[in-house]
Nanobody, 123 residues
Framework: VQLVESGGGSVQAGGSLTVSCAAS????????MGWFRQAAGNEREAVAL???????LYADSAKGRFTISQDNAKNTLTLQMNNLKPEDSAMYYC??????????????????WGQGTQVTVSS
């Protein structure tokens, strides 16, 4: 599985950004895919996840502001981020776990990662 992120960039607080992830290679029917982020000096943390049955999981910090969606026809995963805050600034990574058809909010179970895309929110 290959994952390639796009989008991201810089925005002022309160603004919106969308990051996308294109998946290629072998496509599995059971999986969890999602977005993680990592700021300098911090551990990688889950932001939003979605499984092959369309069930979502969000970090508390993302609830009400971020929306994860998937387009199975295009093998694309998208994270719409609204009302961004400076603390949302980080490298955002797309990830896939093909070992299970439910999501676990831990980077340790995800075996496939994209290269990351930077999101910077200024105050």
């Amino acid at each position: 599985v290959q994952l390639v992120e796009s989008g991201g960039g810089s925005v002022q607080a309160g603004g919106s950004l969308t990051v996308s992830c294109a998946a290629s290679g072998v496509i599995y029917s059971s999986y969890c895919m999602g977005w993680f982020r990592q700021a300098a000096g911090n551990e990688r943390e889950a932001v939003a996840l979605i499984d092959s049955r369309g069930r979502n999981l969000y970090a508390d910090s993302a609830k009400g502001r971020f929306t994860i969606s998937q387009d199975n026809a295009k093998n694309t995963l998208t994270l719409q981020m609204n009302n961004l805050k400076p603390e949302d600034s980080a490298m955002y990574y797309c990830a896939a776990d093909i070992q299970r058809n439910f999501c676990v909010m831990s980077y340790r179970v995800f075996g496939y990662w994209g290269q990351g895309t930077q999101v910077t929110v200024s105050s």
